[in-house]
């Protein structure tokens, strides 16, 4: 965490301490009003203790297909899309969850749709030519594609003002702090955004960026992959970054992106957040993102368009078997296990799972497996009947962070309509478990009630907005134990992650961001079309 607490924000001892005491409903300030109502959602422990005990029945019915996809997040989603693209039909996506869409699913009240986890979209940059790809064939992307600066569609491009961080009692425009700093640390910054500004144009001698997206396109001189031996927090200290606002804004984004605090991050995937993207647009900022109400979940669906009537949904691939011709695969569907045989299978599902699924799993691909960690995460929406009080400083933003706070602060979900006067919104507040092990986090996550998350959040938000308790007519929790793959020193460039990316074998391939090592959007539709595209030279 950043240097020194504010006024405003609540420390994770804190947090952490309303949580343990807040076992019961109703345990608010005295005389505040009880909690909201609401439902716990996410982690189901049984399905988990089903996968590691095998404990299937027989199977009653055999399916055939000729490509099994396994998992319907963005990896999975954008395989099917790939395949389809190639005219290719003959494949079903199986889903654990009852939806697909993975980290990009979404809500929707009465009033507006709302994130439950991811929830924007940087504009891509020239490498990033699948997402622009997708983006075109939505109508979000206008014109050519493959344009230096294409105009994007104004209802998904983010309303203004985008963002604000509140300090001191007073909201600041953006997320860099600058009210009330000495001349040192506003040179600091400058000096800060030179050098990212430098790592963003920075060439190798192949002609590579330094640090691209898809991170697969990135420089392969080892002078800069070595960076993934030190932590972020390092680098920034080596070079002379000392300041507490820029070491406060490297943690924010190691947790937001990463779900890791900065002393814990690779160097290389530190740098890579700031100087990786350098998407530009002929109507707007090239640090706006596109996002909806409902988060990224609008391009989930754009890509399960494809998919239509292939998605299996309640499916537990169980076991993986490989024949002469075929792969047979054990999936539990409600109370039945159901024999999938397939000529091909895509593994887009975490990598942490397949070695419980697949016996003859060769053993040095088992260990790149299961050598990731995980970060827990815990996201609440928030129902309101009104918008809250303000305090002072810059207006009401789309992203609303606390500087010096346990949480990551909320997205608003209503922003994107502000031509609408509504009665009310959701705010969708997001907090990455960084501060204990990732274990840890996960009985945090397990074991913790809804009340008790609920009466530690509102506790946080109330030092900013004193009326949210009063306002929140609903207050749903989601828990996620393995929301994304950490990128900490030494995962990225040490030969596991690179032994799963190259994984090739005549009839299983892989596709999920953590063969990226770490969870974005660009990733996980690379990975997934890259496994299609291994399918289709096979098929």
């Given amino acids: 965490m950043a240097r020194g607490l504010s006024g405003a924000g609540v420390s994770r001892r804190e947090f952490l301490c309303t949580v343990a005491a807040a076992a019961v409903a109703g345990c608010g300030p005295r005389g505040s009003p009880a909690l909201p109502p609401g439902e716990l959602l996410g982690m189901s422990q049984a399905l988990g203790h089903r996968l590691r005990d095998g404990n299937f029945p027989p199977p009653s019915e ?18 099917a899309w790939q395949l389809a693209k190639a005219a290719v039909d003959d494949f079903l996506v199986l889903e654990m969850e009852n939806e697909a869409g993975g980290n990009s699913r979404a809500g929707q009240s009465p009033l507006v749709a709302y994130p439950w986890a991811a929830h924007y979209l940087p504009l891509p940059g020239p490498e990033a030519t699948l997402v622009r790809e997708l983006l075109a064939e939505l109508g979000v992307l206008q014109g050519d594609p493959a344009a230096v600066k294409p105009a994007y569609d104004e209802r998904y491009l983010c309303a203004t003002p985008q963002e604000r961080v509140y300090r001191n009692g007073l909201w600041d425009d953006g997320l860099l702090p600058q009210r009330g700093l000495e001349v040192g640390e506003r040179e600091q910054q400058r000096r800060f955004q030179a050098r990212m500004d430098e790592l963003k144009q920075a060439l190798d001698s192949d002609g590579r960026r330094l640090f691209a997206i898809p991170m697969a396109l990135s420089s392969r001189d080892q002078a800069w992959r070595a960076l993934d031996r030190i932590s972020f927090k390092q680098w920034l200290d080596d070079n002379g970054f000392t300041a507490p606002t820029l070491h406060w804004l490297a943690n924010y984004a190691c ?18 957040y700031f100087a990786c993207r350098n998407g530009e647009a002929s109507n707007a900022a090239g640090d706006s993102v596109l996002t909806a109400p409902e988060g990224n979940a609008w ?3 754009g890509l399960a368009r494809h998919a239509a009537g292939r998605i299996v949904t309640g499916a537990l691939a169980g076991r993986i078997e490989e024949g002469k011709t075929s ?8 109370a039945k296990t159901v024999r999938y ?9 975490p990598a942490f799972v397949l070695p419980s699924v697949w016996p003859a799993m060769p053993g040095e691909l088992r260990a790149a497996a299961l050598a990731g960690d995980y970060a827990p995460w815990l996201t609440a929406n928030l129902h309101l009947s009104d918008f809250p009080e303000e305090r002072r400083g810059a207006p009401p933003a789309w992203d609303n962070v606390f500087y010096d706070s346990p ?3 909320y997205v608003v979900a209503t922003h994107q309509l502000i031509r609408r006067r509504l009665p009310g919104t959701v705010l969708t507040y997001y907090r990455a478990l960084h501060d204990v092990k990732p274990a840890e986090g ?4 397990l074991e913790t009630p809804r009340e008790a998350w609920a009466a530690g959040i509102l506790a946080e938000l109330e030092r900013v907005h004193p009326d949210i308790r009063r306002l929140t007519t609903q207050l749903d929790v989601f828990r996620s134990g393995h929301a994304m793959r950490r990128p900490t020193p030494g995962s990225l460039f040490d030969g596991r992650r690179e032994k799963l990316a190259n ?13 990226s090592g770490f969870s974005l959007f660009e990733e996980a539709q690379y990975r997934g079309v890259q496994a299609a595209r291994r399918v289709l030279d096979s098929l």
Avoid at 341 to 349: N, T
Wanted: proline share 1%; charged share 20%; net charge positive.
């Fill in 442 to 445: 996960r009985r945090l996550l």
């Fill in 503 to 515: 994984f090739r074998h005549p009839r299983i391939a892989l596709a999920h961001a953590d063969l």
């Fill in 299 to 301: 391009l989930a669906r």
């Fill in 327 to 334: 792969l047979a695969v054990d999936v539990l569907q409600g």
């Fill in 341 to 349: 045989e397939a000529r091909q299978l895509i593994w887009a599902a």
């Fill in 255 to 272: 947790r937001d992106d990463y779900g890791t605090s900065h002393a814990e991050t690779s160097a290389w995937a530190g740098l890579h």
């Fill in 62 to 79: 055999v399916r055939k297909t000729g490509v099994l996809i396994v998992g319907a997040g963005i990896s999975g989603l954008s395989a």
């Fill in 407 to 409: 949480g990551l602060g």
